[in-house]
């Protein structure tokens, strides 16, 4: 699986939109670009997930570059609760589905009011 | 649906004791997986099954075994425990398609 670089760590202002970046370079065209987020010690949480194409759910928004060398998850309107360390992962659609996946330092957003 | 459960959520272990450490899910997920993480740091895979009855080793396997007899079931026993095994342990479930899901985690102190 390609590796991803991340900032160390972001601030963002409530109600603002915060972008957390991604670089994956080395991605390859079979391999997705996946975001998790972790609370506080609690269990990792599956935010997102793309391919190419940019996608959105209720909770986030990925826009993927052209050339899949780099990424930006969108929170559109952050609040307290968003503060968490945030993965970006990449990896192919049978490493994630069988459960591998490799987590890097990820980037702590800290969300002030 | 409860998801991903663990059990328990807090442990202290001598050193050289074993227990087992539970992971269920109610999903109907075909795979699971466990991971640690030590304090500061991102997790790393131990272990993980793609069935019951398959299960394979991760990035951390030395210490720990699994084993998987049932779809719901994937508990991670640890043989003799030692220090350098305090973490926080997570296990996770998925499909084809889906995300991770994962579990609240159990603390083990290893002293």
């Known amino acids: 699986d390609a590796k991803t670089t991340q900032p160390t760590s972001m601030d963002c202002a409530e109600g603002r939109a915060a972008n957390l970046p991604c670089n994956h370079s080395?991605?390859?065209?079979?391999?997705?670009v996946y975001w998790y987020r972790q609370i506080h010690s609690q269990g990792p949480q599956y935010i997102i997930h793309?391919?190419?194409n940019n996608e959105t759910n209720e909770m986030a928004s990925l826009i993927i570059t052209e050339d899949r060398k780099s990424s930006t998850l969108i929170l559109p309107h952050a609040t307290l609760r968003d503060t968490a360390v945030y993965y970006c992962?990449?990896?192919?659609?049978?490493?994630?589905?069988?459960?591998?996946?490799?987590f890097g330092q990820g980037t702590i957003l800290t969300v002030h009011p | 649906n409860a998801g991903v459960t663990q059990t328990p959520k807090f442990q202290v272990l001598k050193t050289g004791q074993s227990m087992t450490l539970q992971c269920a899910q109610d999903?109907?997920?075909?795979?699971m997986s466990w991971y640690r993480q030590d304090p500061g740091m991102g997790l790393r895979l131990i272990h993980y099954?793609?069935?019951?009855?398959?299960?394979d080793q991760g990035e951390v396997p030395n210490g720990y075994n699994v084993s998987r007899s049932t779809t719901e079931d994937f508990p991670l026993r640890l043989l003799s425990a030692a220090p350098s095994q305090t973490s926080v342990y997570f296990c996770?479930?998925?499909?084809?398609?889906?995300?991770?899901?994962f579990g609240p985690g159990t603390r083990l102190t290893v002293t």
């Open positions: 996770a479930s998925s499909s084809p398609g889906t995300g991770l899901y």
């Open positions: 080395t991605i390859s065209g079979n391999e997705y």
């Open positions: 793309g391919l190419k």
């Open positions: 992962i990449v990896a192919g659609a049978g490493g994630t589905s069988y459960g591998k996946l490799t």
């Open positions: 999903m109907n997920h075909e795979y």
């Open positions: 099954s793609v069935g019951a009855g398959i299960t």
